[in-house]
């Protein structure tokens, strides 16, 4: 941050911030996509999960089973977001906040973006747990919720 995107000391050697770039993963993260060797990976050396795309990804059939509903639109997402009144959605961000995942949700709808943040209930993570295992990837087999 400053004018400068390369500063340098006195000396011409280029000044570098201590920050640890291997401390934080971004990752494809949300409900149907719950990297869970990785999150084991990740916990047992203190690497933080950013998870993007955490409302799901597109549909395209190259890249995603399309039998399967698209994420905010899944019936039992849906069953305990009507439970806690709060919308497929939150909850779904709620369930990534949950596992100390961190999520970057992108809205460009003001009332979105309003949810985003009305987001500190704690859900009862059994129900969710029970999610039956799905295939979102053709030719990949992934647990829906751990």
């Excluded at 999520?103 to 309003?114: A, C, Q």
């Amino acid at each position: 941050p400053g004018d400068v995107i390369y500063p340098r000391d006195e000396n011409g050697k280029y000044l570098y911030h201590l920050t640890d770039l291997c401390a934080t993963w971004e990752v494809e993260c949300h409900p149907y996509f719950t990297q869970l060797k990785l999150r084991e990976f990740c916990d047992s050396h203190g690497i933080v999960i950013v998870g993007f795309s955490p409302l799901g990804t597109c549909r395209d059939s190259l890249w995603v089973n399309t039998k399967i509903p698209p994420l905010l639109d899944d019936a039992l997402l849906n069953s305990v977001a009507a439970k806690y009144k709060k919308t497929s959605a939150q909850v779904a961000l709620r369930f990534q906040l949950q596992r100390n995942t961190v999520i970057i949700p992108k809205s460009f709808n003001p009332e979105r973006i309003k949810q985003n943040f009305e987001n500190f209930v704690i859900l009862d993570m059994r129900r969710i747990f029970r999610f039956p295992s799905r295939c979102l990837y053709p030719g990949r087999h992934y647990s829906l919720f751990f």
